[in-house]
């Protein structure tokens, strides 16, 4: 079975600065890796996934992240944070040809001016 | 852009109750998801669900609960007899081609469920 940590529960930063989202997994076999966000009242929206090749993965609204086959992590990272990225982000991992994903327990990013 | 959305955004019921969420996933997928997240925990998978039938289920999903796909637009989770500890936040999701690696699971709003 494989699982996710999220390192962080919390992460307040202010606005312009930049922001580093920790997650680590550990699974026997490959994964592909997710990084989900849940804006207020909505849904979780997929920012970016890795599947295989180039390591550095880029996303959605400015967000990228590495994968660290070594250090079984995929830290999601973004360079200057806006109050609009106030948000929970979910770090997830899925088995190829496995169809559920598995979670970790989010972190909540919370941008001030 | 479609979007998989769900109803009621919020349920209250009586513990012994049934409830039934529902979920419209986007309108060409073809596989459904449920998952939960009790507050404070993680986001856990429930079931998935292809041409009528479940594909996978958790150690959660027992007995008290069931899915169908009544029509061809909604999808449902029923829990027939709500526990206390049913009390969750329920994501709806979908995908056009299940397990494959370039899918994208896409998520509803989720229902929040409180049992009294």
């Known amino acids: 079975a494989q699982s996710v940590t999220q390192l962080d529960s919390q992460v307040p930063v202010f606005e312009e600065a930049p922001v580093e989202l920790r997650c680590n997994y550990s699974s026997s076999v490959s994964v592909y890796l997710f990084w989900y966000v849940q804006y207020p009242n909505q849904g979780l929206q997929l920012l970016l996934k890795y599947l295989s090749g180039s390591t550095l993965v880029k996303g959605i609204n400015g967000f990228e992240a590495e994968f660290n086959k070594s250090q079984t992590s995929f830290h999601l990272r973004k360079p200057s944070v806006h109050i609009s990225d106030t948000a929970e982000y979910f770090c997830a991992v899925r088995r190829p040809n496995d169809y559920k994903l598995s979670f970790g327990a989010g972190t909540t990013v919370t941008v001030r001016a | 852009e479609p979007e998989v959305t769900q109803t009621p955004s919020h349920q209250v019921t009586q513990m012994g109750q049934e409830v039934i969420l529902r979920c419209v996933p986007i309108?060409?997928?073809?596989?459904f998801y449920w998952y939960r997240q009790i507050l404070g925990q993680k986001v856990e998978f429930l079931v998935s669900f292809y041409n009528n039938e479940i594909s996978e289920k958790s150690e959660i999903f027992d007995d008290q609960f069931s899915v169908e796909r009544p029509d061809g637009s909604n999808f449902t989770l029923k829990i027939r007899s709500t526990k206390l500890e049913d009390s969750a936040m329920y994501f709806c999701?979908?995908?056009?081609?299940?397990?494959?690696?370039?899918?994208?699971?896409?998520f509803g709003p989720g229902t929040r469920l409180t049992v009294l």
């Open positions: 309108s060409n997928h073809l596989y």
């Open positions: 999701a979908s995908t056009q081609l299940g397990a494959s690696g370039t899918d994208t699971q896409y």
